[in-house]
T-cell receptor, first 115, second 116 residues
Framework: AQSVTQLGSHVSVSEGALVLLRCNYSSSVPPYLFWYVQYPNQGLQLLLKYTSAATLVKGINGFEAEFKKSETSFHLTKPSAHMSDAAEYFCAVSPASGSARQLTFGSGTQLTVLP | GAGVSQSPSNKVTEKGKDVELRCDPISGHTALYWYRQRLGQGLEFLIYFQGNSAPDKSGLPSDRFSAERTGESVSTLTIQRTQQEDSAVYLC??????????????FGSGTQLSVL
């Protein structure tokens, strides 16, 4: 069994400030972890993924996430927020030995960037 | 276009009516997925196609829901006798190969279904 918890359904940051979106997972087997982003009126896009290689994963648009097994976390960060980062962000987990249809998504975090 | 296309983008229907939602995956993508996203909730897996067959229908919430795929391309999700609890965004995604856990999914922008 697996699950994902995203702490904070809404996060607001000022432009230029640090972005931190939290994701904790529960998995009985080694996981793969993903962050997807959904811009207004668009489909979800893969931002980055952890697939058991380097624990610090860099994605598109300056985002990165660190897999911390001891904390069962995969928080998403970006040093300096841009207005274009306003979107909804979804964390997801799947069993590493499983298939994509076993992907479990969190409930999402809406990021607002204030001018 | 080059992405996953879903139609209609919005559908308003009356309780008890049937609806059909369409998904055109990226050309050449073998795997196709349907998800449901209720307001304030995460994506809920409905069904997965590998080619034209559906090896995993475990997420379909009731026998009112069905889906098919033809020509290893277009997929249709049908909801019969719609209920208000069916109101949600229905998302379709496709991926290139065999549906492995580390594959990148490409999502459409969804169909917003509202059942009155």
């Amino acid at each position: 069994a697996q699950s994902v918890t995203q702490l904070g359904s809404h996060v607001s940051v000022s432009e230029g400030a640090l972005v931190l979106l939290r994701c904790n997972y529960s998995s009985s087997v080694p996981p793969y972890l993903f962050w997807y982003v959904q811009y207004p009126n668009q489909g979800l896009q893969l931002l980055l993924k952890y697939t058991s290689a380097a624990t610090l994963v860099k994605g598109i648009n300056g985002f990165e996430a660190e897999f911390k097994k001891s904390e069962t976390s995969f928080h998403l960060t970006k040093p300096s927020a841009h207005m274009s980062d306003a979107a909804e962000y979804f964390c997801a987990v799947s069993p590493a030995s499983g298939s994509a249809r076993q992907l479990t998504f969190g409930s999402g975090t809406q990021l607002t960037v204030l001018p | 276009g080059a992405g996953v296309s879903q139609s209609p983008s919005n559908k308003v229907t009356e309780k008890g009516k049937d609806v059909e939602l369409r998904c055109d995956p990226i050309s050449g993508h073998t795997a196709l997925y349907w998800y449901r996203q209720r307001l304030g909730q995460g994506l809920e897996f409905l069904i997965y196609f590998q080619g034209n067959s559906a090896p995993d229908k475990s997420g379909l919430p009731s026998d009112r829901f069905s889906a098919e795929r033809t020509g290893e391309s277009v997929s249709t999700l049908t909801i019969q006798r719609t209920q208000q609890e069916d109101s949600a965004v229905y998302l379709c995604a496709s991926s290139l190969a065999l549906g492995r856990a580390n594959e990148k999914l490409f999502f459409g922008s969804g169909t917003q279904l509202s059942v009155l």
